[in-house]
């Protein structure tokens, strides 16, 4: 298990770590105190998958471990972790709160924000949202929509951000969703919601595959179009791309080719990728390529981030506990701040139900004083 310790002592050595504010600004080189491992033994969710087919390096610093990280760096704005548990289940709608999913615990949120983390992506699933009955521009379920909202609510009101992550693949009721119109208007709806929110950060949709990049394009300009009618015309926009939204295949998948034309008219949009460093990317394994691989991969995407004039967010990123992982980790985040396109990232995964097994997570214990 990777834990909190493990995570912000990778931190320590990038006094960059952190964009100071008011709020934030006194822990951007702080440590955290030691924590055990979380209680609950309720059986996980797997993890996201990403594609397996690596892109090639290209140029740029690449820390031969995560000692140091020399030269200037660009402070995180964002940092924190996934909160899953919303989208567990994910076959079973609505399911039952409790049993089949779950909502993060105000005591997990509490740890984090107390120890410096300032962003927390909430997962959940649009099918219990918007019950397949009534269709995805039916009514919202108002007691999913009451735990949703109870979540953001209880993050930002502690001065956190909170991301709104709809983790549906770009499917709906077991298919592609492909209109662009229905999109829209389903984002214009939820945004509605949070418009008034200003530490709300919208996620577009979690790890698009198997669809065309140019189709995730139109899809994701749909939403950003809707996301801004609704009101919310300040709130940072975060768009993913296909192949699981993958930073070591942004190229290779087509993202690369398309999504420098994303247009946004409050200009606060960043692109959102996700890495983990296995074998195959698919964050199953808790041994890491080598000691430089999140360098490798986060390369390629790092250049074309900063040719287009594009800021990114590691949206997950997760590894095992052990010296490889812990220096690959390390370099990632040091590649990251050194490149001055990067505007945070958030570790996958804090949530109630991820038990003692799971080695990426994260999760307090549940009997912390």
């Not at 390096?57 to 820390?63: E, F, K, L």
């Not at 918007?130 to 919202?140: D, K, S, V, Y």
């Not at 009721?173 to 919208?202: H, R």
Request: aromatic share 12%; net charge negative; proline share 7%.
């Amino acid at each position: 298990m990777f834990s909190v310790i493990s995570l912000v002592a990778l931190l320590s050595i990038l006094p960059a770590a952190f964009a100071q504010s008011p709020v934030w600004g006194q822990y951007y080189s702080q440590c955290l105190p030691g924590a055990a491992p979380p209680t609950t033994t309720t059986p996980p969710a797997s993890p996201s998958s990403s594609p397996t087919t690596p892109t090639s390096t290209q140029g740029g610093a690449t820390p031969t471990s995560g000692a140091t990280c020399p030269g200037p760096k660009t402070k995180f704005q964002y940092f924190g972790v996934n909160e899953s548990g919303a989208e567990f289940g994910s076959t079973t709608w609505p399911g039952e709160l409790g049993k089949d999913y779950t909502w993060p615990a105000p005591s997990s949120i509490d740890y984090f924000v107390e120890n410096g983390f300032n962003v927390f992506r909430v997962t959940f699933l649009m099918e219990r949202m918007n019950p397949p009955a009534t269709g995805l521009l039916g009514p919202f379920n108002e007691t999913y929509l009451s735990g949703l909202t109870t979540t953001v609510s209880y993050i930002t009101e502690k001065g956190a951000f909170a991301i709104i992550d709809p983790h549906n693949y770009m499917r709906y009721d077991n298919a592609i969703i492909n209109s662009t119109t229905e999109f829209q208007s389903w984002w214009q709806s939820l945004a509605t919601v949070f418009a008034t929110n200003p530490n709300v950060i919208f996620d577009v949709q979690n790890e698009p595959y198997g669809i065309d990049a140019g189709t995730v394009f139109d899809l994701n300009q749909a939403a950003i179009n809707g996301i801004r009618a609704s009101g919310a015309t300040s709130q940072l926009i975060l768009v993913e791309g296909t192949s699981y939204t993958g930073a070591w295949t942004w190229i290779s998948s087509g993202n690369g080719a398309v999504f420098g034309a994303i247009q946004d008219p409050s200009n606060n949009v960043a692109v959102e990728m996700h890495q983990y460093l296995d074998s195959d990317g698919s964050g199953t394994s808790a041994t890491c390529v080598n000691n430089t691989i999140g360098v490798d991969r986060l390369q390629s995407a790092t250049q074309w981030l900063q040719e287009n004039n594009l800021k990114g967010f590691l949206g997950e990123i997760g590894a095992g506990s052990n010296t490889d992982c812990a220096e690959a980790v390390a370099g990632a985040l040091c590649l990251m701040q050194q490149s001055d396109v990067w505007i945070g990232a958030s570790w996958w995964a804090a949530g109630p139900w991820w038990g003692t097994t799971y080695y990426q997570s994260i999760e307090p214990p549940a009997d912390l004083p």
